[in-house]
């Protein structure tokens, strides 16, 4: 009732609808990155369609309100076509066109570029989404992370609820994420430390312009990944008009703000753009309406000011933060699961911010450029458990520490006559503080430690065989002043990849690669120390991760894809609890302090299978991937025995699409599914005398499965536009099928009807009867100004 009366009142707008918006944007060279004036801009399906300027800007008005197939067409490059771009009459953001150039052969006639985005150097393992389909995907409440997560070989969290990036059987803390070239350690609220995952992601997508995926095949100039890199590319702000839009999700609301910044010619896109955003959680007064007992408090900021020097030289300074605070509140009622829930949840208190500046300058000669960014980023957690979570008395564990870094990253570019040719080097300086105390290990100590760490890389691409085949090699070197397990000539990490056209109508290519690569041990594992005040994980070496990988491909047309992709990774070095005698590549999934314990660097690991995946760009108002991926994951512990890890499900299935209705609605869906997959039961004994601390019994790894996880969700958009505002409402229905979601077995302390303790204390088991296997129902909406 309530929706049917709110679709209502927005239709009432209708007599005030604005039926065409604007389109404008850009379009620039990608080797030299200065602008194309010329080229010319169509919008697929209608005769609307202009020409760039001497700056590269275009703009296109009466454009009907609807999503569209832009198409840039250069002669001498590849032309471009930007796919599913919705057109709004308020609030249409800029557009950046980045077109090759063709070859010498043919440099008289228009080629079209793959919409499969990848390079020489990553021709395979690697996936793009652009904001359109983030913000539209089904469960995934604007949230990136939730959007990445159904990604081809990626698993699902223990309960579906988490958003950690588990890529083909490696673990949750094995990805590095970039923001404009600049590394961001953490983009969740409430993440774990020493991994990256958490519930709810940081991004506002309406800062995206593009994300990118790769799961293997990683560009030298990313340090420390060992199963995928993940790039943020934002865009700029509005250089022609100040706007912005509101947006309320499932769970929080959201400002953006955006427009140029001392723009004197008004008949001229500015040079200085702002972008900026505040978000502000409402689940802990949801949360407590409904009369749940955890208060999940969180706000988070974002900000991008882009200043364009002059037309060699452009500044960007960037930032993102949060604010988290996670308690709890007993309900008026008793209920078991949620008493056990309070009593065993941590505490978490947490801060986070990254700033950077970076500077890009492009040579005159039009032969390349140089990245330079100077950046700063900073963690500050307090993790605390208590006998008493509500009144926070009777500490059992705390984990107060701060883990701030600043770096320095230099890259430059250079075209060198058909070679493409880069190299840099990294510097950072890490401070790290941590103070500890653990009742149950009878460990209290503090953690001071500063040191550097630094790198080198260098990389070269270049194409053979009239354009057939496309090679590119590299390497990077990494060490630091700290840990000396480790240094520059044992972490030198090589890596190659090929790709080769099979027909002469350029459908079927054969894509490989192989690499080497290197992740520095975790600040919690680097200052953790025993009873003695020892730093007994200091000599622990950098983890390796052998990679290789081959494929074969097949375009249809210009919109859709089959590929199939084969991959075997080779762990070594792996860090291993002494305490637990298992890989570390079993724990970053949960809320925890990764890596606070003593290692020995011994473990070995494989994770292997193969990867199918169909997708279609939007083509006859459908737009859709499918995946399937099957694998084996397997680390080896203390005794050298490889075990099936805790992320080998074995099979994972992942489709998403969508199909464009008329009248601006649109229908879109998601499926996951994860096979049954391993985890560590608790040990009852020791857990009885420890609670609330619940210990796992790391003895019984393999020895029993979750249930397969399988989880539908459907969405459905629709959009309005006027004369000042554009809306764009949701409704979205998660489970759709209501199934279960599979989660291990749940104790808590024996309690009568009213929750007053049974004597003596005693542990049991918790009735898995009311999960999440209901459908979920939520709704939101965008407006645009």
Known sequence: MRITLFLTFFSCFTVLAQNTGTVNG??????????????????????????????????????????????????????????????????????????????????????????????????????????????????????????????PGISPSIGGFRNDIIIRGGAPNETVYYLDGIEIPNINHFSTQGSAGGPVGLLNVSFVREVTLSSSAFGAEYDNPLSGVLAFEQREGNPNRFGGNFRIGASEAALTLEGPLFHKDRTAPAKTTLMLSVRRSYLQFLFELIGLPIRPDYWDYQWKINHELDEYNTLNFIGIGSVDDFSVKAPESYDERQQAGIEQVPIIQQRTITAGISWKRKFKSGKGQLFTALSTNRLDNIFSRYLDNQTKEGLLFQNDSYEWETKLRVQPTFYLDQWKVSGGMNLQYSDYQNATESLLLGLAYATDIDFVKYGLNAKGSRTFLNDRLDVAFGFRMDADTFSTGSDLLSTFSPRASLSYVLTEDQQWRFNASLGRYFKIPTYTMLGFQDIEGAFINQNQRYTRSDHYVAGIEYNFGVAARFSVEGFYKDY?????????????????????????????????????????????????????????????????????????????????????GGYKLKRNWEISSRWRFAGKTPYVPTDFDATEVSYPEIVLDYNALGTAKLDPFNQVDIRFDKKWNGKRFSWNFYFEIQNLFAQATPRPEEYGLARNETGELIPPRSLVLISNEEQNNIPIPSFGFVIDF
């Open 26 to 151: 850009r379009v620039i060279d990608e080797q030299s990155q200065l602008p194309l004036e010329g080229a010319t801009v169509l919008i697929e399906g209608t005769t609307l369609g202009v020409v760039t300027n001497a700056d590269g800007y275009f703009v296109i008005e009466e454009v009907p309100t609807q999503t569209h197939n832009i198409t840039v067409s250069y002669l001498g490059f590849q032309s471009q076509t930007l796919y599913n771009f919705i057109v709004k009459s308020v609030g249409t953001p800029p557009l950046l066109f980045k077109l090759e150039e063709a070859s010498d052969e043919l440099d008289e006639i228009v080629v079209s570029q793959n919409p499969f985005k990848k390079t020489k150097e990553t021709p395979l393992s690697t996936q793009t989404f652009s904001a359109v389909e983030i913000e539209t995907y089904p469960g995934g409440n604007n949230d990136i992370t939730k959007v990445v997560q159904s990604m």
């Open 572 to 656: 070594a070095q792996y860090p291993v609890s002494i305490e637990d005698g298992v890989a570390l590549a079993n724990k970053g999934g949960g809320f925890e302090v990764l890596g606070n314990e003593a290692v020995q660097d011994s473990g070995e690991g494989n994770a292997y299978g193969l990867e199918l995946l169909y997708q279609q760009k939007l083509s006859k108002n459908f737009y859709g991937n499918f995946a399937y991926t099957y694998f084996y994951s397997e680390f080896t512990g203390l005794n050298g025995t490889y075990l099936p890890s805790v992320w080998d499900s074995r099979h994972l299935i992942s489709f998403s």
